[in-house]
């Protein structure tokens, strides 16, 4: 059904106002009009800016907001599971029996969450390209960097711990602005119910719909030891929406590749076809053997199994779109018509020049270099928590021995608070764990490369990849927070008197890494940029800005409504209940509800909406994300997508994508009733209004 | 290099005579004149006749010949390494440790082997089509049936344990023929070295060059109790090959792909990038985490991790053939032009019809219907030796109950010893190993078909996958060949009266695999057979018989030279020798050498050559195909091609496209001065000339 239709959803996309609920609008850049002729409804300025500041972006890939006067943050259980893991043990394991704190001083902090508010936007388009203007390759990388690091640091101040800034690149090079955040790095664990129900239905249930899921966690933010207070916050609905009303989803979608080149999205394909997807699948098929070695292997292992299977559906379902003949032959004919234009116009002809074959270039190096970058460069042959550190480390004492605007991008000082948390955590690491997964990857790494190249002979020596990983964990001190933070203080002497096994190998493929690095970063990503910088100029000329910029994980808004969609002709429905979940569970996981259901099951009303779906257009990163009414209240928490979701990554069909979500009603009714936390409901539903 | 000379080499391959080197020549169409042109060679009738007698199949997907006038058999290690595993146990490893029998009484039987050798091929084109005229879908697919068993059934007599027969599609449809083998069911195991020599390199090294392995097996073929004696045999030639020299290889290619149309390439692209290059990599990591879980895991697992690994090089290596625009633009033009042809001629218009257009329909169905079909008819969801073994004696009660013409192709008479051979063989099956691979696959069932599917329901019920794989295998007697052979000589009634819950579970799941395959014979296999026996009209009318067939694991003869090739404009030497592999040796699997080897090192001469390459055209199926001077002597043993030689299922490319086989000369001295077996180097060198 879908490969007929894309076509023409697909030039509505590129070439003209975007359909009904299609577009990740930024804050700056709301298509008002379009709202008020659809739903009646423009937000004011007044009320954009407290959505902006009710609204939170979890570091390290998802969406939340304030949801309570005193602080509390709403966002998904599986995007603080890693935070739930770390607060467990193998005697008190809080991912399946869920926690609750019942009073403020039993929030544990969580050791690894950053939530970022933002507070503003500047544009900074002209600074960027005249730091870049007429450089090419390393040069063109040095000078972004630079700029980046400036504008970044100037926009920071001297608020270093609770101010970051980023430099957002929109429109895929036609924009450069800079988002300064909130930094808020005292965040407490609130409540998160049971794995089994946060999580029901496990990878099969996975971007499907209908849905039984709890996939919720609340959060506190503190700031000097104190819950942060604040007005600004979105208050529950216990009645969510109907079906046609305006639904709002404030959040951070990651990554969306809508206005990428053919060429782009044919390396993109093949990348997927050829490695990563065999490399992920091959990685989940030894988490799965692992975890079946026992019950704490399967604590263990938990957390980046879910993370494996997810990216894995996520590649799958691209590669599918991606493998689609008539969504590849609708980017083809938009190519052509985007170069009729730019032809057109003599001017608009020079400054873009030869941006497409130059793109297209770039695209064969990168297929070139791809796969030894990614393996060694890209850390995918040392995939292991404490080769992370000792890379940290190594790199971190070369890198803050320079200049600010000299450094690779991630240790500018921008960045150094972040890298310093993730030292400083106190998150367990399961040696055994390590061991079987890096001495896996160490595998990949003379398979990649080959058993005759240098850096295999360098790394391996003679030994087995499984013995070496066995060694260098064994031997490794890095497990301890302390330790990394000697190192991290001692900078380079400390990191080369190190005999730590992890911080040697670090030290021994440093220089092919950056060798690596630097091919990569001058002949295709700062090509890339170049290119798209030029081509998102034509665009720019040929519509303006009545389109939104590919998602960057920025704060961006959506609107639809709530809507079911048709599978093969027969509509599905856009509202689950608790009854279904009873009817659904098989008793064995991952369709085994929690004994906590199980025993308040009489107490529950079996038709409560459960979960429900909307036409809301969003991509990963906006997990966590509170879905709202026109007055801001919230009707539901954004969770997943449906399987057609995923394709939004290229195109977005409005027939078929869909946004699912918990409902507000039956987090209140779950809170009341099975958990107890009467407490937290009120807080949910306070009387404070906006 | 490749894509830009893959088209030149295509029309070559397509349309005129083949390249020096290509090609996989029946017996019965040997390009004598191309020969003689090139080599100063054309085999006489009673060479090729002679050549005939003494060549292998090595049912299950090898090839292998006779190597002495007593029975004598040369094969790979790796085509029986599942036998050798079979006569090992937890205690007297043979994989590990070699094999030698020092004298005929200590050969042990090997379980499933089998050999055929071929004793005639007759041409049945006319009866089959006439079969089949008119007929399409179900009805084409049945006759097709029939007629096959009814000439089977004729041309094996009443030699049934003796004879086999098949009936061969080649030039995909273009010619039907009967080929009649002698089948030799009593094969012995002689000698094979240490997994770790016969291996060495393991996966890293596995179709690479240069190269160190000593891929070996002999076995002998018995009759009667008594070793077979023949004077149709290949004896050693101790100095092998010189470069240039033209070499001969003869044996069973298995399977190519160069004859199909641009949809079906295609098709085979995109199930390769989106199912099966998944689905095996994810089962390669949970065999080798099983691997890891202990020396007895391992041991278990190694056959069918080796197996595992070795299907996906050739799925990566096809993926990326197919993945390069250039060789489907090659396709492309060619079929165009094949187009022309038919169009300019009115009679072959009128029968090719629509054939093209039929092939891209049967491929729509074929995308729709593969995943669940090749789950629950494929059997991929019950990937479980007790499966397998359940599913022969089900479907083979109900089959064995209709005469021959009207059952399922593997039913028919001609097959059924092969059948009984696989439910009587003592071969052991690993319970813990049956479960893990078992669990995983039935979550497979779920993940494909959706949880709410009925047959989901009906076969896990409210079990968790793991949980039911594990009552299975706890509660099942298939492992016994005598309750096998109980069942199916007790037909439907005693299938029916067992408890065993692989049979409950094959003839629960039998009434939807069998919808399942009546719809894909109907509206794939047969749309696709009847097309390509259109589209092969018109070749033949354009070509005549100056093409060879598509490889169908029938008798082929590749005759080529030892010859290196150059890899990034650097040449490749064509041998290797003993001193690169003591030197290439780190003491570590897979790059360990035995002890047997390490304390011969000093009787070996270390520039003796080893491994070596020729442009020989061959593909998976000739493993263990011995390589031929003019005389009929053997100078070496396939066992490999190297990495380029994989996209030869499509095309061939004589710059590149190079097989790998072992030195005759390697294989004497080893005998001689490791083995201490210097009776088996003097058969193999036996004085009874050709």
């Known amino acids: 059904m879908k490969t007929t239709t894309v076509a023409m959803t697909l030039l509505a996309t590129l070439a003209a106002p975007a359909f009904a609920a299609e577009g990740m609008w930024t804050l700056d850049n709301l298509p008002l009009k379009q709202m008020q002729a659809q739903y009646g409804f423009a937000p004011s300025t007044a009320w954009v800016d407290k959505l902006r500041q009710a609204s939170l972006r979890v570091a390290g890939g998802c969406s939340g907001a304030f949801v309570s006067a005193n602080g509390l943050v709403m966002t998904n259980h599986h995007c603080v599971i890693d935070c739930v893991e770390q607060l467990s043990s193998a005697s008190d394991d809080r991912v399946a029996n869920g926690f609750l704190a019942r009073e403020r001083a039993q929030e544990p902090r969580c050791p690894e969450v950053e939530l970022n508010r933002l507070d503003q936007i500047s544009d900074v388009t002209a600074a960027v390209k005249k730091a870049t203007r007429g450089l090419s390759g390393e040069a063109y990388q040095k000078a972004q960097n630079a700029v980046q690091a400036q504008l970044t640091k100037e926009c920071r101040g001297s608020e270093t711990e609770r101010t970051r800034c980023d430099l957002v690149s929109l429109y895929q090079g036609g924009q450069y602005q800079l988002y300064r955040y909130h930094r808020y790095a005292d965040v407490r664990l609130v409540w998160v119910p049971e794995f089994a129900i946060a999580n029901f239905g496990g990878d099969p249930d996975n971007f499907m719909f209908p849905r039984y899921a709890l996939d919720i966690a609340l959060l506190r933010a503190y700031e000097d030891g104190k819950p942060v207070t604040t007005q600004n916050f979105f208050p529950f609905k216990a009645d969510g929406a109907e079906p046609g009303e305006l639904t709002l989803v404030t959040g951070h979608p990651g990554d969306t590749q809508r206005l990428l080149t053919v060429a782009q999205l044919e390396t993109l394909r093949d990348k997927t ?9 091959e990685l989940r098929g030894l988490q799965l053997q692992y975890a079946r070695q026992g019950a704490e292997q399967a604590r263990q292992v938990t957390t980046e199994l879910e993370g494996t299977e997810n990216y894995l559906k996520v590649l799958r379902g691209e590669l599918l779109a991606l493998s689609d003949p008539a969504l590849l032959q609708a980017k083809r004919d938009e190519e052509r018509r985007l170069q009729a234009f730019i032809r057109s116009r003599p001017a608009l002809r020079r400054e873009v020049g030869d941006a497409f074959a130059a793109m297209a270039r770039a695209q064969t190096r990168a297929r070139d270099l791809a796969p030894v970058h990614d393996m060694v460069e890209g850390g995918r042959a040392f995939n292991s928590a404490y080769f992370r550190h000792a890379r940290t480390l190594v790199r971190g004492a070369a890198e803050r021995a320079l200049p600010n605007g000299e450094r690779l991008r991630e240790f500018a000082d921008n960045n150094l608070p972040q890298l310093e948390q993730a030292l400083e955590s106190p998150a367990p690491i399961y040696p055994a764990l390590e061991t079987a997964r890096l001495g896996w990857a160490l595998s990949k790494l003379r398979e990649t490369l080959g058993p005759d190249d240098e850096l295999v002979k360098q790394v391996l020596g003679t030994e087995a990849p499984e013995a070496m990983a066995a060694r260098l964990v064994a031997g490794t001190q890095l497990a301890e927070p302390a330790e990394r933070l000697r190192l991290w203080q001692g900078g380079m002497a400390a990191v080369q008197a190190s005999t730590d096994p992890f911080i040697q190998l670090a030290l021994r493929i440093e220089p092919r890494a950056r060798t690596l690095r630097g091919q990569w970063e001058a002949e295709v990503s700062a090509a890339e940029e170049k290119s798209a910088e030029r081509i998102a100029l034509a665009r720019f000329a040929r519509t303006g800005k009545s389109a939104y910029p590919d998602a960057t994980f920025t704060l961006r808004l959506s609107y639809g409504e709530v809507k079911g969609w048709p599978v093969r002709g027969q509509p599905v429905a856009p509202y689950t209940d608790f009854g279904g979940a009873f009817k659904r569970a098989t008793g064995a996981a991952p369709f085994a509800l929690p004994p906590s259901w199980l025993a308040r099951q009489g107490q529950l009303a079996l038709q409560q909406r459960f979960n429900f779906v909307s036409n809301n257009d969003i991509i990963g990163g906006n997990s966590g994300s509170p879905m709202l009414n026109a007055k ?44 107890d936390a009467g407490f937290l409901a009120d807080e949910l539903t306070g009387t404070r209004s906006k």
């Open 273 to 281: 076809a050829l490695h990563t997807l065999p490399r992920l699948s």
């Open 632 to 675: 801001g209240e919230v009707v539901g928490l954004v969770f997943d997508g449906n399987i057609d979701s995923i394709g939004g990554a290229f195109t977005f069909d409005e027939r078929v994508n869909r946004t699912v979500a918990v409902h507000s009603g039956a987090i209140l009714a779950v809170l009341r009733q099975v958990y």
